[in-house]
């Protein structure tokens, strides 16, 4: 008999998220995916001029802030008619490309490394570096003291757990440092937008304020430390516990899914548009001796409310979508709705990227016997940040060359005011995934907005014909040996850096088949 098990909420995770399994012979035989909250921040832009979209929507996550605000701005371009000048693309660029840098390395330390290793390992440390032993002088105090969060509470270590004394030690000393890095990273986004968290200077047409050498200088400084910790620690940790203690989850595949990926492209390196960091593509059932990447149509995408929290309709494209809740409905279990891309569920993040991308890095990974999973897309996040990082030292040496040229522009002055009637569409990627942000513009006034976030696509529940979303399909066949220690169920989920809006967050009654962990 299949054993129920609900983890609610999934911890080290942006937002409440729910995780429902059903378990039989030690394995994961069926998966729900519910998102335990309802933002309506599109209801709430309905009738609003649509310049204050991009501060609104910023406030959909104070992680996410700027990815949002810059979708949202595009959104309006598009709209608006508006031609951001190459110089206001450069600065938007720059102001990612901290995100990627600030995001990337504190999902992999902060909210995933945890869940392969054993922290408690530490205490058997023996060397005689001081900082190390400063490391576990601390956390020695911290467990005589009870009070060790948040290395506590835990799963149980598993045989997939690194335990060597050495390794786990230095790889907390590494946690720590990741911490450090994450503040100074977040100011480089504040050189750009004024302050962080909710930037200031990104709007329809382009940016607000004129750079000068200085804020270069500094971004480019900053940017020199940023390179140094990304290069020397954060990517040789990935790549040393995804092809060493963590090889044998690589090449089982933990966590792959239905094996389709989407990327909607994003951060030019030219003005034209031609080249991108990220390009756009679509592969549908990953091949990996041979991928196959299609064009992205962004008409193919719609969004199914069969199994949420809203009222009944069919499959819409976002541009018809609507944020009607009906809390009584019948069968539904989120208040995540379920995009899908030519009517197929989708992977959106920095592995569906990588592979769009033929990244010549993680096709050398799967050549060596890895499978797409949770240890893949670990490797595929550290490896893009790098190129984030390169293409950041590309955009400083190009705007200060834009900057010399005589009549340098970054904002387009002439679509400012809102069109009577307009319609359009902000495509990004998030470090989480793709982003989509679409606006009706009615009267000089918003008459609908939506916004699919990288979320949606990956924690999506099943569709009309039944289909589960990512999260869910990854989990089916996941070992689950001990019930009372679903440890690679969260290291699944967490893969994907999981980011949900904050909002309410609903309780179900215990039963006698439910066991309920709110442990990390």
């Not at 193919?300 to 009944?312: D, L, M, Q």
């Not at 679509?415 to 513009?441: S, T």
């Amino acid at each position: 008999m299949a054993k129920k098990i609900t983890i609610d909420p999934v911890t080290r995770i942006e937002g409440h998220l729910k995780i429902e399994i059903e378990v039989e012979g030690d394995k994961v035989k069926n998966a729900w995916s519910s998102g335990t909250m309802a933002r309506g921040f599109e209801a709430l832009l309905q009738g609003k001029d649509p310049r204050d979209a991009p501060f609104v929507t910023s406030r959909f996550c104070g992680v996410c802030y700027s990815v949002h605000q810059l979708a949202s701005a595009r959104a309006l371009d598009a709209a608006f008619g508006a031609k951001v000048p190459w110089g206001g693309n450069l600065i938007r660029n720059l102001v990612m490309g901290a995100q990627y840098i600030y995001d990337h390395p504190l999902h992999f330390y902060q909210l995933s490394a945890l869940d392969y290793i054993d922290i408690m390992a530490i205490a058997n440390y023996n060397g005689k570096d001081k900082d190390l032993l400063a490391v576990k002088n601390k956390v020695v105090n911290l467990v005589k003291s009870k009070d060790t969060y948040p290395l506590t509470p835990r799963y149980k270590p598993d045989g997939f757990c690194v335990k060597d004394p050495e390794v786990v030690i230095t790889a907390f000393k590494h946690y720590i440092d990741a911490m450090k890095m994450h503040a100074h990273a977040r100011n480089m986004g504040a050189i750009w937008g004024g302050h962080t968290p909710h930037y200031q200077n990104i709007v329809v047409g382009g940016v607000t304020s004129y750079p000068d050498i200085n804020q270069v200088a500094r971004f480019r400084t900053m940017l020199d430390e940023q390179a140094k910790f990304i290069n020397e620690v954060y990517i040789p940790d990935v790549l040393a516990f995804g092809t060493g203690p963590l090889w044998e989850l690589a090449k089982m595949g933990l966590g792959g899914g239905h094996y389709n990926y989407l990327s909607y492209g994003a951060l030019e390196k030219d003005p034209e548009g031609k080249s991108l960091v990220f390009p756009p593509g679509v592969i549908m059932g990953l091949n990996p001796a041979n991928i196959k990447v299609e064009p992205f149509d962004p008409q193919k995408i719609t969004e199914s409310v069969k199994y949420a929290w809203y009222k009944e309709n069919k499959p819409v494209h976002p541009y018809q979508g609507e944020q009607v809740f009906d809390l009584d409905k019948k069968e539904a279990y989120t208040f995540v709705k379920a995009p899908r891309y030519n009517g197929k569920p989708m992977e959106v993040g920095p592995l569906a990227r990588m592979l769009v991308a033929k990244n010549p890095s993680v096709l050398g990974l799967v050549g060596k016997g890895a499978k797409p999973g949770a240890v893949a897309r670990h490797a595929a996040r550290a490896i893009e940040t790098k190129l984030v990082v390169d293409a950041c030292y590309q955009w400083c040496d190009m705007l200060l060359s834009e900057m010399t040229k005589p009549g340098f522009k970054i904002h387009d002055k002439e679509h400012w005011d809102p069109p009577e009637r307009g319609m359009g569409a902000g495509f990004y990627e998030a470090p989480r995934g793709a982003l989509g942000h679409w606006i009706e513009v009615e009267g000089k006034k918003i008459k609908n907005y939506q916004a699919v976030v990288p979320s949606t696509w990956n924690a999506s529940p099943r569709d009309e014909n039944g289909v589960r979303g990512q999260y869910e399909e990854s989990l089916i066949g996941a070992p689950v040996p001990d019930p009372e220690n679903p440890i690679n169920v969260v290291r699944i989920i967490r893969s994907f850096d999981p980011c949900l809006a904050c909002a309410i967050h609903l309780i179900d009654p215990k039963t006698n088949e439910i066991r309920k962990f709110i442990i990390e």
